[in-house]
């Protein structure tokens, strides 16, 4: 089965639950948005299905964040960069990168109340020194599960997500069959640090030239093909 990566959004649920998830779920932005570093190791697990305990593949990725929110992520061989004018993506097995229009970062605390219309809370309480939080997808949402668990830890970290998919995949090998199943994805995250961050992990100049009139990259990923995204994110 080719590789393909899974592109999760983190959706929180309605406002008017209660008042410990919505204490929980605030505390959680609050941490992650905070004019400090930020940085932690990551862990994707895919399995086939539900009752699958064998990882049918796997991916390790970091996160890092300086005091100015800027972004670096690493997911396997993809690198991401944010910054407050543009969001590039390097996919270095296919030696491409992108670059698309920055959208702004989050520093204030979740709207819950316009979140709503995506989820709700199915389940929510204390175990042990975290908490879990079980969300389902509203009807129309156009999300692709069927549910989604979250664990929150006793310092307002996610320690852990489980994304159950309703769309069916080929887990085939062999192109005359077909093996279709719901896969879930877990996510684990680990290493939580406020430790500073090298500023060159946030500087694309060693990807990319910024000129006056055109973007192009540099020498060392000169065989690499660049896609100037800015205009269509815009739109």
């Not at 932690?40 to 990725?61: A, C, H, M, Q, R």
Request: charged share 30%; aromatic share 14%; glycine share 2%.
């Amino acid at each position: 089965m080719k590789k393909f990566f899974l592109i999760v959004i983190v959706l929180f649920s309605q406002l008017f639950v209660a008042q410990t998830v919505q204490e929980v779920l605030n505390n959680v932005n609050k941490e992650y948005t905070k004019a400090l570093p930020l940085n932690y190791s990551v862990k994707y697990n895919l399995y086939k299905n539900k009752d699958s305990k064998k990882i049918t593949e796997s991916y390790s990725g970091i996160f890092k964040k300086n005091e100015k929110n800027e972004i670096y992520q690493k997911i396997d061989e993809v690198e991401f960069i944010w910054n407050n004018n543009f969001c590039l993506k390097v996919i270095h097995p296919d030696k491409l990168m992108t670059l698309t229009s920055s959208q702004p970062i989050i520093t204030g605390e979740i709207d819950m109340k316009s979140l709503e219309q995506f989820c709700k809370v199915k389940t929510f309480y204390k175990k042990g020194d975290s908490w879990e939080l079980t969300l389902e997808p509203n009807q129309f949402s156009g999300l692709p599960y069927s549910k989604m668990v979250i664990w929150i830890d006793k310092r307002y970290f996610i320690k852990k997500q489980l994304f159950y998919y309703n769309t069916g995949i080929d887990f085939s090998s062999d192109y005359r069959k077909q093996d279709i199943s719901l896969p879930v994805l877990e996510i684990i995250y680990s290493d939580f640090s406020r430790n500073s961050v090298p500023n060159d992990l946030f500087d694309v100049k060693k990807y990319i030239a910024v000129t006056k009139d055109n973007i192009i990259v540099t020498e060392k990923y000169k065989e690499y093909y660049l896609e100037d995204q800015r205009e269509i994110t815009i739109k």
